[in-house]
């Protein structure tokens, strides 16, 4: 079992839609929590922070359940500038240092 | 500010060559991640580097090597080079604290012919 998974897409919605992304985590130990996105062949840019709390960033809302293991990305209003890969993160603590965990991307496809 | 910068953006090589990346971390960030990216995967952990010193491996084989210089720069070697090492290596660097986002570079994208 991958340590984060996330489903594959694609994602195709057309502009102004709304568009829920999730992602689970295997590690309850993971710290910290973020969406990258990627666009193609291009590298992964933070997206935003993820809190037990919640959190708005414009357009875009991240959620964390601690308990079931689970990361959401809610996309309000969908502009073509949205098509990227989204990836979930989680930050492992290791012996010494941390590393990031990514998973393997939902890739989004706005459409005019 | 720079951000991450890495070079060369792409590279050509042969089985069984060796290669050099490099990077240079963040102004303010002291270390640095590489990961390795193949097509179609999410981002997969090499190694960090802080205070000249690998602190933390992930699961690759004793091919994969690196370096981190006094002023936080630093270079992933990779010897023997096989067709499967063909990817993007990316360069993240960071304060080291696992709260705080790690920055990516633009990578690096090696093709093994």
């Known amino acids: 079992r991958k340590e984060v998974e996330q489903d594959p897409g694609p994602f195709n919605v057309p502009e102004g839609a709304t568009v829920a992304f999730n992602c689970t985590y295997s590690?309850?130990?993971?710290?910290?929590f973020f969406w990258y996105r990627q666009d193609c062949r291009k590298e992964p840019k933070l997206l935003m922070s993820?809190?037990?709390s919640g959190n708005e960033d414009g357009r875009f809302t991240a959620q964390l359940n601690r308990a079931s293991q689970y990361i959401s990305l809610l996309i309000r209003d969908s502009k073509l500038s949205d098509s990227a890969t989204y990836l979930c993160?989680?930050?492992?603590?290791?012996?010494?240092?941390?590393?990031?965990?990514f998973g393997a991307g939902t890739i989004l496809r706005v459409k005019s | 500010d720079a951000g991450v910068t890495q070079s060369p953006t792409h590279l050509i090589k042969t089985r069984g060559q060796q290669v050099t990346l490099r990077c240079s971390p963040k102004?303010?960030?002291?270390?640095v991640s590489w990961y390795q990216q193949a097509l179609g995967q999410g981002p997969q952990f090499i190694f960090q580097?802080?205070?000249?010193?690998?602190?933390q491996r992930g699961n690759f084989p004793d091919r994969f090597s690196g370096h981190q210089y006094p002023n936080y720069s630093s270079e992933l070697n990779v010897n023997a080079l096989l067709l499967g090492d063909s990817a993007l290596y990316l360069c993240?660097?960071?304060?080291?604290?696992?709260?705080?986002?790690?920055?990516f570079g633009d990578g690096t994208r090696l093709s093994i012919l």
């Open positions: 993240a660097s960071s304060t080291g604290q696992p709260n705080q986002p790690q920055h």
């Open positions: 590690n309850s130990a993971s710290q910290s």
């Open positions: 993820v809190y037990s």
């Open positions: 993160v989680v930050t492992d603590i290791m012996e010494y240092g941390n590393k990031l965990v």
């Open positions: 102004s303010g960030h002291d270390t």
């Open positions: 580097y802080y205070e000249e010193e690998e602190r």
